[in-house]
C-alpha cells in the first residue's frame, strides 16, 4: 500500500500540471507548487475519495485567513499528509 506521501502526490500530479518529481515533502502547495485555491479544491475532493474521509477545507482556509494559523500548517504537502492520516484515523475510530 502507498503511503499517504506518495498517494497525495500523485493526487496532485493527477490533478494539477506539477511534476510528480517536483513534489516534496516540505512543499507548500501553494506556493511553491503554485497550486491555486479551485485546483486545490480538486485535489481535496480526490483526496476525500480515496482517503474515504472529508478534509475541512473550509474551516482549515478561515483559520489561515483569519490569521489564526500559518499556511504551512495545512498546505505544506507534509503537514497536508499527518491532517489525511489523523482524519483517516478519526474516521476508522468512529
Do not use: G, Y
Not at 502507498?2 to 506556493?31: G, Q, R, Y
Amino acid at each position: 500500500m502507498a503511503s499517504t506521501f506518495e498517494t497525495v502526490a500523485d493526487i496532485i500530479a493527477e490533478t494539477t500540471d506539477v511534476e510528480l518529481d517536483d513534489i516534496k515533502p516540505d512543499s507548500h502547495v501553494m506556493k511553491d507548487l503554485a497550486v491555486d485555491s479551485l485546483a486545490f479544491l480538486d485535489i481535496t475532493f480526490e483526496i476525500d475519495q480515496r482517503f474515504k474521509i472529508k478534509v475541512p477545507i473550509e474551516d482549515w482556509m478561515q483559520k489561515v485567513n483569519q490569521n489564526e494559523v500559518d499556511s504551512a500548517e495545512f498546505f505544506v504537502v507534509r503537514n497536508l499528509c499527518q491532517r489525511i492520516d489523523e482524519l483517516a484515523a478519526q474516521s476508522v475510530a468512529a
